[in-house]
């Protein structure tokens, strides 16, 4: 059958079981409370990737501004208590958005002299989206012959090393 659905096989299954346990005479109760263990279980191991609490969704196009609204308008998924108060999680674009803050990268550039040749450091501070490596390295290699380049990673941005590993 070419309109299989793992989602649809999921759901029909799960009906299954609450047939099977209603029919052993487990109650009503009972089995939401066991789905609902199911339910938390399922979300628990999707979210541990890296043991951390912190997420990373990607999303393309238009929808950001969805995905912005949502942020600012539902408490549950802003921090209650500490520093953070109130403050919906941070979204980082590559393009503006309607409500999006600009940050702009800290430069600083040295040249050092060993041995009679010039060696260059560029040194970037910031949010530095994943596909800005990828351009910075090809503008690299296209005006010089041979570079090296050394990445530091802050504890917040440690998703995006993590998502470059498995397709979400």
């Not at 109650?27 to 339910?39: L, M, N, P, T, V």
């Not at 938390?40 to 997420?55: H, I, P, R, W, Y």
């Not at 238009?62 to 403050?87: H, K, Q």
């Amino acid at each position: 059958d070419d309109d299989y659905d793992e989602e649809d096989d999921k759901e029909d299954g799960a009906g299954e079981a609450k047939k099977w346990l209603a029919s052993l005479g487990v109650g009503e109760d009972e089995i939401k409370k066991i789905s609902d263990i199911e339910a938390k279980n399922e979300f628990n191991a999707e979210k541990n990737l890296d043991g951390n609490d912190d997420s990373l969704i990607y999303i393309e196009g238009s929808d950001i501004n969805a995905l912005f609204n949502v942020m600012v308008n539902c408490r549950a998924i802003s921090v209650t208590t500490g520093p953070l108060a109130g403050v919906p999680p941070t979204i980082l674009s590559p393009v503006a958005f309607h409500g999006g803050t600009l940050a702009s990268l800290k430069v600083r550039d040295n040249t050092v002299k060993v041995d009679n040749e010039n060696f260059f450091s560029l040194e970037l501070k910031g949010p530095i989206m994943p596909d800005a490596v990828y351009n910075l390295c090809n503008v690299l290699s296209s005006n010089i012959n041979k570079f090296s380049v050394t990445f530091a990673n802050i504890e917040s941005s440690k998703a995006f090393s993590l998502a470059a590993k498995k397709k979400l």
